[in-house]
């Protein structure tokens, strides 16, 4: 069977103005995790990569700590979904929702796991909305098809975002929506996940490892935004 790890991308820029980049933090983890690979010997037939600014940063930390460069794939299967369209539609119907500028990351957690629950059951005005479930589902499970469809000989390692990653997870193990809102919570910034896979089957070896951070000086680089 071939193998694939796909990795969530590092801390980004929760609160600024612009989200869509790393922070300083975030762009210290994907490098750790490029060492971590480097110290067990790993190396990567692809890389495969979302279109998103923390995506591309992180596959280049990634690859600064492994010192070397991987020949990558493009594929919007692995963006992120668009959160801001999804809850301006769900604030559209429900304005008492509306999340006060500089309110506890909390508040914006509650408030994205409402509109991911209306957005999966198609409670949304569709009109309004830049991408059904069933479409942000279906190009995930596009990205699941086109590498089953190559023999790979090494590795590929994938770098896309936590609804993303969610999504595919219920697709290997044939999850509800509901589990998919829940687990985009738990993954974890600059974490992997281990499969097998071929043209018939993809098998979850692994969910979430931060080994690279799980040591005692690291105690304070777990994230999850």
Known sequence: MSEFYIVRHGQASFGAENYDKLSELGHQQSVWLGEYFAQRNMTFGQLWLGQMVRHQETAAGICEGLNTDISSVTHTGLNEFDFQNIAAAYLAQHPNDVVQKGAPPAEFYRLLKKAMGAWSSEQLEPSM?????????????????????????????LVSSGGAISMLMSLVLELEAKHVIELNMQVRNASYSQFFFNRDTVRLSSFNNVPHLDIPERVGAVTFS
């Open 129 to 157: 909305l830049n991408e059904t479930w069933t479409e942000f589902r279906q190009r995930v499970l596009d990205v699941l098809n086109a590498m089953r469809q190559q023999n790979h000989k090494k590795p590929i390692l």
